[in-house]
């Protein structure tokens, strides 16, 4: 079974740095595409960043460009997004989530097949 573990949120003062990882198992990495969304409160999920495995480029919604940077280690099996330069309007769940496409170069919610649980990223003003 395809299985994703999200980890590694916290609570972090504005213009503070976190890392979060999301592990897989039950899959090989290369043959997927990773991607992290985040919901906030009373909103709904969005894309956050997202990693083309086939041709390992990378995807940023504007709100994060220049501050978040996602990588993948598929020897481990983890992609990672760093993000830097919080803001506390990055205060969300943060979820990854997988698609058997490993050409697949959007950052589309619909198109993930499969989620981890969510960790908690809170940013304090």
């Known amino acids: 079974d395809v299985q994703l573990q999200a980890s590694g949120g916290g609570l972090v003062q504005a213009g503070g740095s976190l890392r979060v990882s999301c592990a897989g198992s039950?899959?090989?990495?290369?043959?997927?595409?990773i991607g992290w969304f985040r919901q906030a409160p009373g909103q709904e999920r969005e894309g956050v960043s997202c990693?083309?495995?086939?041709?390992?480029?990378?995807w940023y919604a504007d709100s994060v460009k220049g501050r978040f940077t996602i990588s993948s280690d598929n020897a481990k099996n983890t992609v990672y997004l760093y993000m830097n330069a919080l803001k506390p309007e990055d205060t969300a769940v943060y979820y990854c989530?997988?698609?058997?496409?490993?050409?697949?170069?959007?950052?589309?919610?619909?198109?993930?097949?499969?989620w981890g649980q969510g960790t908690q990223v809170t940013v304090s003003s």
């Open positions: 989530a997988a698609v058997p496409m490993a050409y697949y170069s959007g950052c589309r919610r619909s198109r993930y097949d499969y």
């Open positions: 039950g899959f090989t990495f290369d043959d997927y595409s």
């Open positions: 990693f083309t495995s086939g041709v390992r480029t990378t």
